[in-house]
């Protein structure tokens, strides 16, 4: 379990970290997080979609792994096989953090329970001097970097949202077995909303460069068919069909 907390001088002085560091924590994530800024790059390995928080209606952007829960298809033999990893998988062991000293502050915690943190490790968070190390400051800068695309990531589908251009997905598989699955709550951006849209929405849309997230959103939903390449390539479990199929329009073709 992760024991994580705030990075102190005071504290940690002698903490270091390994110098190489595997991401076998996302072993059995099927889906990961995803900023907008990423979208252009990630499309061209993973279906990228928002999930539905389950304790909240907030909406949260990712990259699915695999075809179900458990399953991460680009971590083979510990070997990453992606064309791009998304930015929040290589921060491990770091993360923001509220700061309990300061009110309302982020701050960059440890995993101090992780494999690759240790007083015995390579690089070091602190110079003899008490400075940050430079490995710290790369780290902290690659932390804020990570929250500001979080930010503005949350900004995009509040203005997906308040232009009401999401619409719901259902995932059909058929398995070789003859076993149907069904992956449900994924949403996407409902193209024909977006032909829809007025000139005026159009030219604020493109000024404020959202389209590009916007095509890479929806040009990503053709990797599904990468998932199941790989995933008839690494699994017994053979998959012999896959349908996404928008809630709304399944609705009314069994109507």
């Not at 929405?201 to 199941?228: A, C, E, W």
């Not at 390449?229 to 928008?246: A, D, F, H, L, W």
């Amino acid at each position: 379990m992760a024991n994580i907390v705030p990075v102190k001088k005071e504290q940690h002085q002698n903490l270091k970290i390994a110098t190489t560091r595997n991401i076998s924590h996302v072993a059995g994530q099927h889906i990961i997080p995803v900023s907008a800024i990423e979208y252009a790059q990630s499309s061209a390995s993973f279906p990228i979609v928002l999930v539905k928080n389950p304790d909240s209606e907030r909406f949260r952007s990712v990259a699915m792994l695999g075809l179900e829960a458990g399953e991460n298809l680009f971590l083979q033999d510990e070997k990453w096989t992606a064309l791009s990893m998304p930015q929040s998988i290589s921060m491990v062991p770091f993360s923001l953090g509220v700061d309990p000293e300061k009110e309302n502050t982020l701050t960059t915690c440890i995993d101090l329970d992780s494999e690759f943190v240790g007083e015995d490790k390579d690089l070091a968070l602190f110079e003899a001097d008490g400075e940050d190390s430079e490995m710290f400051v790369s780290v902290q800068k690659g932390l804020g970097r990570l929250f500001d695309n979080e930010r503005m990531t949350e900004n995009f589908i509040k203005e997906l949202q308040e232009n009401d251009l999401l619409q719901e997905l259902e995932l059909n598989i058929a398995l070789q077995t003859g076993e149907k699955k069904k992956l449900v709550g994924i949403f996407t951006i409902n193209e024909d909303k977006i032909k829809d849209l007025s000139d005026e929405k159009v030219l604020d849309f493109h000024k404020r460069g959202l389209f590009v997230p916007i095509y890479s959103m929806l040009g990503s939903l053709t990797q599904v068919n990468n998932l199941v390449q790989i995933r008839n390539r690494v699994s017994e479990q053979k998959v012999t069909g896959v349908q996404v199929v928008p809630v709304g329009q399944k609705a009314a073709n069994e109507a």
